[in-house]
């Protein structure tokens, strides 16, 4: 699959037409909800050949996308125009010292792409006016519901590029579920926005991709390999609106499944009710954003072995799936949910989960201290040889 653009691979053009809805890769905050883009000058059909503007309306997401055309195409553009909406700058670092604005900001000032922003307080539109006239939304990743006092601005409508193949997970996670769910297939929807509820609307159009065979290796991994079929999606939805508006599909209630905001507690482990397939799918999904959480009981120093065990926190990053592991091949014996021991081959620490299932962790954080290999945490706690410890699910 070809690799998102970034923003720098991109020319901007003086003559605007949608070419992409694209990424923006340094964002690294959770797709929580919807981004929007809007094109200018209200139209009497839904003929896009004399749609004249594009105002992109967009928050922060790793599925934001930018529409940009390349110059061979100009003439034939159906967007001659492009303008930003998005959230106010926010303040991020210690004591929310540092004013960070969105990625797609960024974009659009190096661009000189005309940028809007929505209100500063609270959650809601409720109260803000859109800039007009325009004729169409393309929304894709945006934190706010888009009221219908805003969509009857927009003779066209508003589409949304949602990453799953709906009605399967609506809500703002549906890359974290589809690998948290080991998937087989998933896919790209481009869906009307609906009056009333998020990712509700009629399908406009959708394409699945296979997951079967090459399972994603990480969010970051099938976020890049849904994009570029997003882009191409859009673009044939907006040249052929008309068509796909009379032949659009309803979703059906009976499919509906949910995927909502990614909950701090889905990071914590729990060695003894999941299976070591099921923690991996986990940390492929959301350990871009969420690190792993286990607690561990630092085994007494000899001579104090009555002591009670001393328990820190720790984060878990870098697992994988081992072939075979110390745990299940040096004793018959079989270790509870928890037990953990250094596997000098593979360089990594051995967790075993339920059913006598395994996981691999190469690194590891301990709560105040920099991130270590599995080696050196090993040897920082005692770990040597053939002394094993324990995880805890955190309480």
């Not at 981004?35 to 059909?45: F, G, H, V």
Request: charged residues 25%; hydrophobic residues 35%.
């Amino acid at each position: 699959m070809n690799a998102p653009l970034l923003a720098t691979d991109l020319t901007l053009f003086t003559s605007l037409r949608v070419l992409a809805i694209y990424a923006c890769n340094s964002c690294r905050t959770a797709v929580d909800g919807k981004a929007t883009l809007q094109p200018n000058k209200a139209t009497e059909s839904f003929s896009l050949e004399t749609t004249n503007s594009l105002n992109v309306i967009s928050k922060h997401s790793q599925f934001t996308e930018v529409l940009m055309p390349t110059p061979p195409e100009r003439d034939s553009s159906v967007i001659s125009h492009i303008e930003l909406v998005t959230s106010p700058d926010r303040r991020t670092g210690r004591k929310l010292s540092v004013l960070k604005p969105m990625a797609t900001k960024v974009f659009a000032e190096k661009h000189n792409i005309p940028i809007h922003h929505t209100p500063s307080t609270g959650r809601t539109l409720t109260g803000w006016n859109p800039p007009t006239p325009f004729d169409l939304g393309v929304v894709v990743s945006f934190g706010y519901f888009v009221t219908t006092n805003i969509l009857k601005t927009l003779p066209l409508g508003a589409v949304n590029v949602h990453p799953s193949l709906l009605p399967a997970y609506r809500g703002a996670s549906p890359l974290q579920y589809t690998i948290m769910n080991r998937d087989k297939v998933g896919g790209i929807t481009v869906q009307e926005l609906d009056e009333k509820a998020f990712d509700a609307g009629r399908i406009l159009a959708q394409e699945e991709i296979d997951l079967s065979t090459e399972p994603p290796k990480s969010y970051n991994d099938l976020r890049d390999r849904l994009s570029s079929i997003g882009v191409r999606l859009l673009v044939e939805t907006i040249r052929d609106l008309e068509n796909r508006k009379k032949n659009a599909t309803v979703q059906d209630m009976t499919k509906v499944t949910k995927a909502p905001k990614i909950k701090k507690e889905l990071a914590q482990v729990d060695f003894e009710g999941m299976e070591a397939v099921d923690i991996e799918a986990i940390f492929r999904a959301i350990g871009h954003q969420n690190p792993l959480l286990t607690t561990f009981a630092v085994p007494p120093e000899k001579g104090r072995e009555n002591t009670k065990a001393r328990r820190i926190n720790l984060q878990l990053h870098d697992l994988y799936l081992p072939e075979q592991s110390i745990l299940t091949t040096r004793s018959s014996k079989k270790a509870q949910p928890g037990t953990i021991a250094y596997d000098a081959q593979s360089q990594s620490i051995h967790a075993m989960c339920k059913n006598g299932t395994v996981i691999g962790i190469k690194r590891l954080k301990a709560e105040n201290k920099a991130e270590r290999n599995a080696e050196d945490f090993c040897n920082g706690y005692g770990l040597q040889k053939d002394r094993t410890g324990l995880f805890e699910q955190i309480i």
